[in-house]
């Protein structure tokens, strides 16, 4: 039995970085975990991740992979559902978002894309021009990239206000009072499945926990 699979984030439950999520707490599931705000529960599960790589073999190759499940679970945490995983957005090509969550207006389609990476490097770039592919198609789009280096983020949202990055709204450091702040914000949106004449949002996994 797996969590991670019965609410769509994973589909097999003998994956490395499944057992290790699943794992890393004896007495609770991330349906039960504790936790003051966002950033708490976010820092409980790294830290545990970390702890857990000290004891064994580092894999530094599922880093991003645990960093996904616990942002994916603590949007399920949070009420901030429906959302995709691993989408695709119609008339924005070659291009696959870490999460999309979907709003439509009567006047706009604004979908929120979410890029998750435990580190940046150059590879901001990347989350900054896929950033800047979807609001050629969805100009109200927002699209932010969450990480857990303080130092990275500090840097590109130094870029993002001088204008050297085109697509990215903001970096959220995870560890911080800037992630409770992202999702306060974004709680107040309402966003659903994808289900215009045209899909927008053609596949990827669909997580909602009210189904």
């Known amino acids: 039995m797996s969590l991670l699979v019965d609410y769509n984030l994973a589909t097999n439950a003998n994956h490395k970085s499944v057992r290790i999520f699943e794992g890393l707490f004896n007495d609770y599931s991330f349906l039960t975990l504790p936790y003051k705000c966002p950033s708490e529960y ?4 790294w ?14 190759s599922i880093n991003g992979l645990i960093f996904e499940f ?21 008339f924005v090509p070659a291009t696959w978002f870490d999460m999309v969550l979907y709003n439509e207006t009567d006047d706009s389609i604004a979908p929120y894309s ?5 580190s940046l490097r150059e590879r901001w770039k990347q989350a900054d021009l ?3 592919f979807l609001k050629n198609v969805h100009r109200k789009s927002k699209c932010y990239l969450l990480t857990i280096n303080r130092e990275e983020a500090a840097s590109i949202n130094n870029k ?30 309402r966003f659903s499945e994808s289900l215009p004449d045209i899909k927008v949002v053609k596949s990827g996994a669909f997580i909602n926990p009210q189904e």
């Open 114 to 118: 979410i890029s998750l990476k435990s």
């Open 47 to 60: 830290t545990a991740y970390e702890n857990y790589q000290n004891l064994h073999n580092p894999n530094n």
């Open 160 to 189: 993002i206000q001088r204008g050297d990055a085109i697509g990215l709204d903001a970096v959220v450091y995870c560890l911080s009072e800037e992630l409770n702040s992202f999702i306060k914000k974004i709680k107040k949106v």
């Open 130 to 132: 896929e950033a800047a």
């Open 42 to 45: 976010v820092e409980k599960y």
């Open 70 to 90: 616990i942002i994916e679970t603590l949007f399920i945490r949070e009420g901030i559902t429906p959302f995709y995983t691993q989408a695709e957005i119609s």
